[in-house]
């Protein structure tokens, strides 16, 4: 059973930095591309960042490139998102995704197959 587990969400100011992880079992994580995908309340998802199996090809959606930075260890099952100049409009849940490893690593949220259960983050002062 595929399972993607998203922690280090939390509360921070305007400015400040998270990392987010997300810990993976239940398939060969070194197969999968992987997505962070967020989604605000009362709003649609969004794709934020994609990175490829091999942990060599990243991608990132206009919102947070130069910000956010997408890593994996795939000797650790385990999919990171680094949080920097965090705003207000970063508040939402934030997902991990997955699926299998393509020629090309999807842009789009609704391509990936499997999801997590999400972390909240909110930016407040």
């Known amino acids: 059973e595929v399972q993607l587990q998203a922690s280090g969400g939390g509360l921070v100011q305007p400015g400040g930095s998270l990392r987010l992880s997300c810990a993976a079992s239940?398939?060969?994580?070194?197969?999968?591309?992987m997505s962070w995908i967020r989604q605000g309340a009362g709003e649609g998802v969004e794709w934020l960042a994609a990175?490829?199996?091999?942990?060599?090809?990243?991608y990132y959606a206009d919102s947070v490139k130069g910000r956010f930075t997408i890593s994996r260890d795939n000797a650790k099952n385990t999919l990171y998102l680094q949080m920097n100049s965090l705003k207000p409009e970063d508040t939402a849940v934030y997902y991990c995704a997955a699926v299998p490893a393509r020629t090309r690593v999807p842009t789009v949220a609704q391509e990936y197959d499997y999801w997590g259960q999400g972390t909240q983050v909110t930016v407040s002062s």
């Open positions: 239940g398939f060969a994580f070194n197969n999968y591309d």
């Open positions: 990175i490829n199996s091999g942990g060599v090809s990243t």
